[in-house]
């Protein structure tokens, strides 16, 4: 017969028991890191968990979609900011274009000035980060815009060629869940047209367009009336930049 075990006995045994099981958990966390490392540790909190890691996952897609969408914006806003400088020198080239003083050969040589601003604006409707092209919409895998100063007369005389007609669809989501669009296209932007698909009065390209044409036809009439639209345009390009201002203001305040 085996000999029984006393009730104190046994109590004193299962305490014993508990004491090596805590002993082991206690030895497991340290050595792991957590506190959980199965189900059986903390079954009631198990749910919270699961919830708690695919949030982690998903804020961290969250933010590595913001970062590299925050060097793209970056990029665009550069461009702008480049292309209003842009602007500002093309209205300094027109008011000496349109000073009586000025010869028929100094316009000549100020008509290739703005011939080589209107090569640099084609360039930055161009722009690309990471060779995506930035203004070229949801086709961001194609340039937007090519230089042809020998349009024909049935086309919009912008000194340029619209090679894709883009959309842009692109939004970001930030921290808080909320989703705000992250892109314009150079159409948009430089390239600004009517309802009905005719120049509209801020074009950027047409009034570049213009300023070279009057220059090179040495006609101070056509150069007084491109000042007037680079006005338009360089006041319209400035009031689209702050787009971007805002876009990167957020996107920086969620990232971190």
Do not use: C, W
């Amino acid at each position: 017969m085996f000999p029984s075990i006393s009730p104190q006995n046994s109590l004193f045994l299962n305490g014993l028991s508990q004491l090596q099981s805590t002993i082991n958990n206690a030895t497991e966390q340290l050595t792991s890191g957590y506190r959980i490392n199965q189900p059986s540790d903390a079954p009631d909190q198990i749910s919270p968990l699961l919830q708690l890691k695919a949030n982690l996952s998903h804020n961290q897609a969250v933010s590595n979609n913001l970062t590299t969408v925050q060097a793209s914006i970056n990029g665009a806003d550069q461009a702008v900011s480049t292309a209003i400088q842009l602007l500002n020198q093309s209205l300094s080239i027109g008011s000496q274009g349109a000073s009586s003083s000025v010869s028929a050969a100094t316009r000549t040589i100020l008509a290739q000035q703005a011939q080589a601003i209107q090569q640099q604006m084609v360039a930055l409707a161009n722009t690309q980060v990471a060779g995506q092209y930035v203004f070229s919409g949801d086709q961001s895998n194609v340039a937007s815009y090519a230089l042809d100063l020998n349009q024909p007369a049935t086309v919009p005389q912008n000194g340029v060629d619209r090679l894709i007609t883009p959309t842009a669809t692109g939004q970001i989501e930030l921290a808080d869940h909320s989703f705000i669009p992250v892109n314009q296209t150079a159409q948009n932007l430089f390239d600004h047209r009517n309802a009905d698909d005719s120049l509209a009065p801020d074009n950027v390209f047409a009034a570049l367009n213009a300023l070279q044409i009057a220059l090179t036809n040495n006609d101070t009439a056509g150069i007084a009336a491109a000042q007037g639209s680079l006005q338009t345009a360089y006041t319209y390009l400035n009031s689209q930049e702050t787009f971007y201002g805002s876009t990167l203001n957020q996107i920086t305040a969620s990232v971190n």
